[in-house]
């Protein structure tokens, strides 16, 4: 069971059968990770990660589980912010990328790889409306830079409409497109033309587009902003007010992407198909790092009449591909969507009975497949509810732009007797936040 110390996954106890006695092993390892997180990384992270509940050391992972060095397990709930779709350590994708390592190395980018074509044509086929071409980078903020240097060289225009609490990364472009000034007022000037107006509000929208105005960007469902679901007409009608303005819709799909709404892409919920999307997180079944922004063949004839003016050394390496066809391809044999869905209505129907006993703590249990959150009634109550859910065997994290929400967002291949199992653990946690008193 998530929590205890007994359930470990075949191979481990080979692993540690060293002479060491496993409590000093682990010891060791966390003094000196901890130690070389304070003098070489940054001591802050570990002081954050601890406050957070997520000081833990991964040693092992399973399905929708990891182990601590201790040998405690949990089931992840935190995903690294949606990246293990696929489960921790997908065997299937380890062992496509295995036999992948015994040819091939990353590849150069200055060559034609047939893993990079391959996966592009798969993106092709499973993409939403008419997204073709595909351009690889390694993290989401580089596919939002690209997505966004791509509307703004295709349209010749530079106005770009983001989403107040968007978040879209930290890089050249996608910092400006992020919604929340905290991450950006260090590092002004910052590339400009970006206006940010609120999300879910189709006046604000309609106000907000101009002559000038390239491309909107938003995601499907705000991840950092706090799990926010827009209304049904909200997408359609973005897409709608865009055709008729002229103006490029952008989806951020990073959070929402491959599976984790219950469909393959977020926006295929709405009906909606943008004109260049951008994946990450989940693409390479959380094996090695790899990211794309997808797009029409109009859009690509910008790209196409400059081929080199956007470059990099390490996006869409032969590695990386290999790793992302395999996660795609497991997807679908598995209909992880499906999946998502259903065990989305458990988990949210299970959050929902608990929450409703602890009115004084918790306000609302929202989201859509396996993306979901819980807003407590004040933003101190998160980091006690990851701390005990932590006791209990679940790894949670608050969104970052909206800390009053803490996020459920497990590995799409979660059963549902750990459904349950969350819910449990949710509802003992509750208990002893109210015991502590608000
Ligand atoms: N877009 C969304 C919706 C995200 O959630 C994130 C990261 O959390 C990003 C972009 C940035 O991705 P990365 O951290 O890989 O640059």
């Not at 406050?51 to 399973?62: G, K, M, P, Y």
């Not at 690294?80 to 390592?101: D, Q, S, T």
Request: charged letters at 25%; proline letters at 5%; a neutral charge.
């Amino acid at each position: 069971m998530a929590g205890t110390r007994r359930n470990e996954p075949k191979g481990r106890k080979a692993l540690e059968a060293g002479q060491v006695p496993r409590a000093a092993a682990e010891s060791r390892l966390r003094a000196e990770t901890i130690e070389g997180y304070n003098r070489h990384v940054n001591p802050y992270v570990v002081r954050a990660l601890s406050a957070a509940s997520l000081d833990i050391i991964e040693t092992s992972r399973e399905g929708a589980r990891v182990w601590d060095a201790d040998g405690t397990c949990y089931i992840d709930c935190a995903t690294g912010a949606g990246i293990f779709n696929c489960g921790r350590r997908n065997p299937e994708i380890a062992a496509r990328l295995k036999a992948a390592l015994e040819r091939a190395d990353m590849g150069s980018w200055l060559s034609l790889m047939p893993e990079r074509a391959r996966l592009a044509k798969k993106l092709a086929e499973i993409a939403p409306g008419r997204l073709q071409y595909s351009f690889f980078t390694c993290g989401g903020g580089e596919a939002v830079d690209t997505a966004i240097k791509l509307a703004r060289g295709y349209t010749g225009k530079s106005r770009i409409v983001a989403m107040r609490n968007g978040y879209h990364g930290v890089t050249g472009f996608a910092l400006p497109a992020t919604g929340r000034e905290v991450y950006k007022s260090p590092f002004e000037p910052l590339a400009p033309g970006f206006v940010h107006i609120p999300y879910n509000d189709l006046r604000a929208l309609e106000d907000a587009l101009d002559e000038d105005t390239a491309a909107v960007i938003m995601e499907t469902v705000q991840g950092e902003g706090g799990i926010v679901v827009p209304d049904d007409g909200y997408l359609p009608a973005v897409r709608r007010l865009c055709d008729e303005r002229s103006v490029l819709l952008i989806l951020d799909e990073i959070q929402t992407g491959l599976g984790r709404t219950g469909k393959m892409f977020g926006c295929e919920n709405w009906g909606v198909a943008p004109d260049i999307m951008c994946l990450a997180k989940a693409l390479s079944g959380g094996m090695i790092p790899i990211s794309a922004a997808i797009y029409t063949p109009e859009i690509a004839d910008f790209f196409i009449a400059n081929p080199f003016i956007h470059i990099n050394s390490f996006g869409g390496t032969a590695l990386a591909c290999t790793a992302a066809l395999a996660a795609i391809e497991y997807i679908e044999t598995n209909d992880l969507p499906r999946h998502a869905a259903a065990m989305g209505d458990r988990l949210r129907r299970g959050l929902r009975e608990v929450a409703a006993g602890y009115p004084e703590l918790a306000r609302e249990v929202r989201g859509i497949g396996l993306m979901n959150g819980i807003e407590y009634c004040d933003e101190s109550i998160g980091p006690r509810m990851s701390l005990q859910l932590k006791r209990n065997g679940v790894l949670s994290i608050y969104t970052f732009n909206n800390p009053k929400v803490v996020r459920i967002m497990p590995p799409l291949v979660i059963t549902a007797a750990e459904v349950d199992a969350v819910v449990e653990a949710f509802d003992r946690a509750m208990a002893a936040v109210r015991a502590q008193g608000i």
